[in-house]
């Protein structure tokens, strides 16, 4: 098993440009996750999916978008890519809710110039 | 808003000692979790912490969730260097979790 895979690891793009991470699970999950993490301000919820077809807001949904078409896949979207999106994300998967272990890719590292 | 507050922020010790980092909030919370983060890699997640009172011990981590579910301690014995990471408590909510902002823990050799 991989686990949370997520692609790419690292990018670096242009304010304005567009880009999509993917995030894979192969442990037949229900519950996907996309977090950012900055320093000082720990890991925020962007938006999340409680099954194939869903997705719903997080803490800090503004500016990205995702889709859930397939139970394994979750994928973050960003249409315009500003500086304030500079950030390291990370996909997690859990079984359930609630109580349940999130399980976590290794992160993506974008930088937006 | 941080719904909760880890401290300290950052700590270095020595190889050998002891240590505890706290997580706090004013809300009161059905569970909390702790995870562990080494540079590069997602958060692993350490232990969950139901009930009021509740202590768990994993190895040389003692876990502690307050009697009125609203903080939690994380209490190191013999720190090892192995043990350097970020340190993160997390709420659980109705279908999502809530991170703390962290201690990142340096042990010395």
């Known amino acids: 098993n991989a686990g949370v895979t997520q692609t790419p690891k690292f990018r670096v793009l242009k304010t304005g440009q567009s880009m999509t991470l993917l995030c894979a699970q192969d442990?037949?999950?229900?519950?996907m996750y996309w977090y950012r993490q900055d320093p000082g301000m720990g890991l925020r919820l962007i938006h999340y999916?409680?099954?194939?077809?869903?997705?719903a807001k997080g803490e800090v949904p503004d500016g990205y978008n995702v889709s859930r078409l397939k139970k394994q896949n979750f994928l973050l979207g960003l249409e315009s890519a500003a500086p304030s999106q500079t950030s390291v994300y990370f996909c997690?998967?859990?079984?359930?809710?609630?109580?349940?272990?999130?399980?976590f890719g290794p992160g993506t590292r974008l930088t937006v110039l | 808003t941080q719904l909760l507050e880890q401290s300290p922020q950052f700590l270095s010790i020595q190889e050998g000692e002891n240590l505890t980092v706290y997580c706090n909030s004013s809300?009161?919370?059905?569970?909390l979790q702790w995870y562990r983060q080494e540079p590069g890699e997602g958060p692993v997640l350490l232990v969950t912490?139901?009930?009021?009172?509740e202590v768990k011990k994993l190895k040389r981590l003692t876990f502690q969730f307050g009697d009125a579910r609203k903080d939690s301690s994380l209490h190191i014995t013999a720190a090892q260097p192995g043990d350097t990471g970020l340190y993160l408590c997390?709420?659980?909510?109705?279908?999502?979790?809530?991170f703390g902002t962290g201690t990142r823990l340096t042990v010395i050799p």
């Open positions: 997690a998967s859990s079984y359930t809710r609630g109580t349940d272990t999130q399980y």
């Open positions: 442990m037949n999950h229900e519950y």
């Open positions: 999916s409680v099954g194939e077809g869903t997705t």
């Open positions: 809300s009161v919370f059905s569970s």
């Open positions: 912490v139901v009930t009021g009172g």
């Open positions: 997390a709420a659980t909510g109705a279908n999502n979790l809530f």
